[in-house]
Every structure is written in C-alpha cells, then in structure tokens.
C-alpha cells in the first residue's frame, strides 16, 4: 500500500495544468450509454474513479478503450446487462449515475444500493423519487434498487430539492432519463454546479434538447433517441482550488493553466479576503500570498456557494491564519475526517456539531496521519507541504481517487514528495 513521505516546508513556483473535472467525467461517461456506438470524450483524466467506471461501464457490455493518451473511447453499441454489480458501486458510489441513462436505454436496470462513506450516510431517496416521477417502478430487493419502465418514461415536473438543497448525481440521473422520455419534464431545484452544466451540454451535443443549463430549472423536452458524442470534459475546478490553497499555503506564487475563474467565484472570494491574491491570466490564473493569512467564515453550500469538496483543504490553510475562524459544513455535516488528523499535525482545531473553530497556529509540525477520503487527503498534503519536518501519510489510494500522480505534478514546483510501497 502506497504511502507519501511529504518533507516541508517548502516554497513553490512555476506553473500546473489542471486537468479535466473527475466529478463531470464520471456522469458524461455514463450519459454515453444514451447514445448507441462510439462516443470518445476528450481529457478524462487518468484516475482511479475513471479506472472503476471504466470497469463498470465494461460489465454492462461497452467496449473501452484509451485511443490517444486524451481520448477515452466508450463503444456503447451493445448494452446486455443493465446491472451495477455490488462489487464496484461498492467501490464507487457514483456508480449509481448509470440508473438514469440504463432505466431509459434498457426499460429496466438494477444498480446496487450505495452505503455510507467517511463523508457520511448519503442517501439516494432523491434520485428515486426523480425516477419514480417519470413513471418508473422502484423497488429495493436483496440490496439493489431495480427500476422498471417497460413501456417507455413518460415527461414531468419534478421537484428535485432535499434537505441539504440540490442533489448533483441526483439531478444528473434524472436530467439523463427525461432525455429520452416522452414529453416535457422540468426539473426544479436542479444541482447548478458546473459539472452538471457540462452534462447538459454534452447531452445536447448528443441530439437532448434541454433548456435551463446551469440554472435550478432545467427543461427537457424528450427525444426518441441519442448519437453518440465527441466531447471534451470542463476543467476541475475542485483540483484548481487545490492548487490554489498549495500556493497560499506555502507563501508561493504559481500559475494555473486550464482554470475557469468563473466557475469559482465563492473560493477566489474567499481566498481574496484572507489575503491570497488572485490574477485572471489566458486560459487560467495566477495565485500568489506575500503576508499572513486572515481568518475567514466559511459555510459550504451547493454550487454557486462554496463547495464541501474543499472544505478540508480551506481548514489546513485557515489553521495558519491570525486569528479564529469557523468553517460550517451544510452539504455533509459529517465531513470532518480531517479534523483529527490536523489537529495530529499541530493545528487547533475543535468541533462543535456540524461547524469546526479553527484557532490559528503559527506553525504545523509534521506527524503521521492518515487519509480517511479524497479531499481529507489532499487537505493532509497541503498541511504537509507547509509543516515542519517529514510528514507521513498513509492510505494514499484515497488521494489517487481523485489527483492523478499528485506528487509528480507538485514535485516540479518544488514540493518535496516521495511515494513509497510499504
Ligand atoms: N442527498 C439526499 N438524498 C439524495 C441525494 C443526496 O438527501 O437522494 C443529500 C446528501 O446526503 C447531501 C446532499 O444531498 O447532504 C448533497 O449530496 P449530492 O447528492 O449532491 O452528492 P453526490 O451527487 O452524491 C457529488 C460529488 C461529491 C460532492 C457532492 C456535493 C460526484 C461523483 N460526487 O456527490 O464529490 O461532494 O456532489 O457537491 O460528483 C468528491 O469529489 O470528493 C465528492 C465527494
């Protein structure tokens, strides 16, 4: 099992290419079971997550294949067995986005049902009522959700909001079921976050005809059927803010390529008022920190809030600001793994419910923790990127989830990493 050695602190400099979003990648692949024959979607990344869909996808009858290093191609001419296999969703939960594309594809799909993970219980009662409100019959058996629609979807209005808001692979399913259902479907309270905005226009690119794309009402008139795409994925900008925080945190400057500023507004807010300065630049931006860092409030939110998937990475950098700030979890009041682990490396951190107070310290110390989910790891590189002395952290395979090679990427602009096989 894979380990990082992560000696610190260390300053950094150059420039970094953010690769394709991980979060819109997964989704997109599954929309190309909509549209029978070769799709090829351009920048998926080369990530774990990806290799598990891939998995998937095969066990449902596709044929996959890495054509050019950017390009997956996905052969989706033969669909035989409409079944997501415990053993992968288990694996992955955002296996249950195939529901969606299967159920109109197939007229019948089953899909394990995903359990809880370190961020929490995640429900997925949203995705099937959505279902459920285009005509489907749902019914849980021996674990599995099997959905049935054999005489076709029929289109409706749905409301698509939870307790904690919108739902992102929720509103992904459903957006890619009433594509080809019969009649209008509007879905109101839709997800707006960027990755779901992308689904759409790849789904349009594909013959949908949705309206709406990136706001909470989506409308979707439905078509008899799907071509296959050419479709390049958005940047991440869950990974550009990791990159971001890097610089803050290591008091460097570095230059993002492959960035969009706009889908960002709430983390360069952020990172603005805590003394980060953030420049537009072609095609990305460049992030520098010269003085301390100021405490900040933060309250995750569904898109355009701030976003929960980098919560754990704003905490390590707010527990080196002058002062106290507090960080709200509002999308998973679970989320906060990471919090002992920080606190391991000599960060002050106390929680009270479903908030954290964060009392600045001067300097972290480094120590050895452990990763517990994807963006908890990366919150414990960048901790170690600016501690003292050689921090150690297990479970790595949390990280490559998400971060492709992401010591090979941060090791040219100065980090020193080293991942090691104990
Ligand atoms: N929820 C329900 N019922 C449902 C679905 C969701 O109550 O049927 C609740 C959840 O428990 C949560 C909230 O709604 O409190 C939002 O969850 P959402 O459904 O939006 O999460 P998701 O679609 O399962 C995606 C990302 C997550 C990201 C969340 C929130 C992918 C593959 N996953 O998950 O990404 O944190 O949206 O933005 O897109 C990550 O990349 O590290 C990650 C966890």
């Known amino acids: 099992m894979d380990i990082f050695r992560i000696e610190g602190p260390v300053r ?12 819109a990648s997964l989704p997109i692949m599954a929309a190309a079971l909509l549209g029978p024959g070769k799709s090829v979607l351009q920048g998926v990344p080369h990530l774990s ?4 869909c891939e998995q998937l996808l095969g066990q449902l009858g596709c044929k996959i294949s890495r054509e050019a290093d950017d390009e997956l191609c996905i052969d989706s001419t033969v669909v ?6 415990y053993d992968i969703v288990r694996k992955m939960r955002a296996s249950i986005c195939i529901l969606g594309p299967l159920l109109a594809r197939c007229g019948r799909v089953e899909v394990s049902m995903p359990g809880g993970c370190a961020i929490g219980d995640r429900p997925v009662d949203l995705h099937i009522k959505g279902l459920k409100a285009l005509g489907a019959r749902v019914h849980l058996k021996n674990g599995y959700i099997i959905a049935e629609a054999p005489n076709g979807l029929q289109g409706s209005d749905i409301f698509m909001g939870g307790p904690f808001g919108s739902t992102v692979l929720g509103t992904a399913n459903v957006l890619m079921a009433a594509t080809l259902a019969k009649g209008k479907t509007t879905i109101e309270s839709a997800a707006c976050e960027p990755e779901i905005a992308d689904l759409a226009n790849c789904l349009n690119r594909m013959g949908a005809k949705i309206t709406g794309v ?7 008139e439905g078509v008899k059927q799907l071509s296959p795409v050419r479709y390049r994925v958005v940047p991440d900008r869950i990974e550009a803010g990791t990159f971001m925080v890097a610089a803050a945190i290591t008091e460097s400057e570095l230059r993002l390529e492959h960035c969009r500023l706009n889908d960002m507004m709430a983390v360069v807010d952020r990172l603005r008022n805590i003394g980060v300065t953030v420049d537009a630049a072609e095609d990305g931006c460049v992030v520098s920190r010269q003085g301390p860092i100021k405490p900040a409030d933060i309250t995750t939110q569904p898109y ?12 390590a950098l707010l527990a080196l600001a002058e002062g106290n700030s507090v960080v ?15 606190n391991r490396m000599a960060a002050n951190l106390r929680k009270e419910g479903p908030a954290v107070i964060v009392a600045g310290v001067k300097q ?7 990763a517990s989910d994807l963006r908890a790891s990366a919150a414990l590189v960048l901790a170690g990127l600016a501690a003292e002395g050689m921090t150690t952290i297990n ?3 949390h990280i490559d989830r998400g971060y492709e090679r992401i010591e090979e990427r941060l090791n040219p602009l100065g980090a020193k990493i080293k991942r090691e096989d104990v």
């Open 395 to 397: 479970r790595v395979y």
């Open 364 to 370: 972290l110390i480094a120590a050895p923790v452990m």
């Open 328 to 342: 709200i979890e509002k999308i998973f009041p679970d989320r906060f793994m990471h919090v002992a682990e920080l």
């Open 214 to 220: 990136g706001s909470p009402r989506l409308i979707i």
């Open 12 to 23: 950094l400099s150059g420039s970094v290419r953010v690769n394709s979003s991980k979060n």
């Open 304 to 315: 355009p809030g701030f976003p929960t998937d980098l919560q754990a990475q704003f905490m």
């Open 80 to 85: 035989d067995h409409p079944v997501g296999e």
């Open 49 to 52: 997550d990806i290799s598990v």
